[in-house]
């Protein structure tokens, strides 16, 4: 992943047509959004997404659902990442995502999680929001 901030952004962004194909089976977009691949991440809530046309998407990370896919479009200007080695491998996350009632301004609901940490906890809570819990949530 290529990380950095751009304005005040942090975006997380696939190198390679690889690692694209891997996060979007790592992060169940086939299960959850088929047809969708994963290209990155926009201020640590939304996804970036592509379609098979190559059409970009936003969506909130939580939950993974097509009712909420926004058009999206790169910036017009060339994307200059400016690297913070404070963020470099981590992901800011709700214990309790904002869309299941969680506070973004309580101190207690916000961790940092590895890539994988993370996609465990959408995976989680995307099947949640589709009635199909599991034991206790991740990390």
Known sequence: MREGWCNDDY???CESQDEA?????????????????FVGLKGWDDFIVADRAGHY???????????????????KDSLS????????????????????????????NMTWLSQEQ??????????LFYGQPSEQPPA
């Not at 998407?57 to 910036?75: E, G, H, K, N, S």
Request: glycine share 8%.
């Open 21 to 37: 194909e891997h996060l979007t089976s790592v992060y169940g977009l086939t299960d959850f959004l088929p047809g969708y691949t």
């Open 118 to 127: 993370h996609a465990e906890a959408v995976k989680w809570w995307t099947k």
């Open 57 to 75: 998407f936003l969506i909130p990370t939580v939950p993974l659902d097509r009712a909420y896919l926004a058009p999206f479009c790169f910036p």
């Open 81 to 108: 990442l400016e690297q913070d080695d404070r963020f470099t491998g981590k992901i800011k996350w709700y214990v309790k995502p904002i869309r299941f009632g969680g506070d973004p301004g309580a101190e207690e």
């Open 11 to 13: 975006w997380s962004l």
